[in-house]
């Protein structure tokens, strides 16, 4: 990034802030904010000149925050969204943090739900979680991951292979079939 001078980043700050669409990338602007906040002492100062809230300021310095590896992906807009910014640096580890990025910025939706359900299940392996978003449609489907165990994972694994079918396939497969079973028993009990 060029020098920053105060009517540098001023002009940032509202040309990126005050618009419905950025041209500027959430790195930049979260660097004009730190600069901004050093010049003038505060979020709450910053907040004051450009009519803004400290609260905003402070969600958008949290880029600055997170990993260097994870600051490119915003730099270069594969990441894009304050929202995430907030979900990732919620996570308790620059590895965790470097791990739910690249899935997100790897993942066919930019839906803020389906990143908090990323970051949410945080403890699965990274490459599982990956192939789970990329598998799915990208239009009007909701992704969910599924929290299985290594025997499990690996079991799920071994059918779909026997049934020549994908993972992903098996899964919704059997969620299909769990949820027509409940509907049976309920329907069966009187809907209760």
Not at 141 to 168: G, P, S
Not at 170 to 181: A, Q, T
């Amino acid at each position: 990034m060029k020098k920053l001078d105060e009517n540098m980043a001023l002009a940032i700050v509202f040309a990126n802030t005050h618009r419905k669409k950025r041209k500027e990338n959430l790195l930049t602007i979260a660097e004009a904010f730190e600069y901004l906040t050093k010049l003038y002492g505060s979020r709450e100062a910053v907040a004051k000149k450009v009519g803004l809230s400290a609260e905003m300021i402070r969600e958008f310095l949290t880029v600055l925050k997170l990993p260097q590896k994870v600051q490119r992906l915003f730099f270069h807009r594969q990441l894009d969204n304050v929202d995430v910014a907030k979900e990732l640096s919620a996570l308790n580890s620059p590895a965790k943090q470097i791990a739910a990025a690249k899935v997100i910025a790897d993942s066919l939706s930019k839906d803020v739900r389906d990143i908090k359900r990323l970051v949410k299940r945080e403890n699965i392996p990274v490459e599982n979680a990956k192939k789970a978003v990329s598998d799915a449609k990208p239009k009007g489907l909701h992704v969910f991951i599924i929290d299985f165990d290594d025997e499990m994972y690996r079991a799920i694994m071994r059918q779909a292979k026997i049934l020549k079918t994908k993972a992903v396939e098996l899964v919704r497969e059997i969620v299909i079939d769990w949820l027509k079973h409940k509907a049976r028993i309920k329907e069966k009990h009187g809907g209760h």
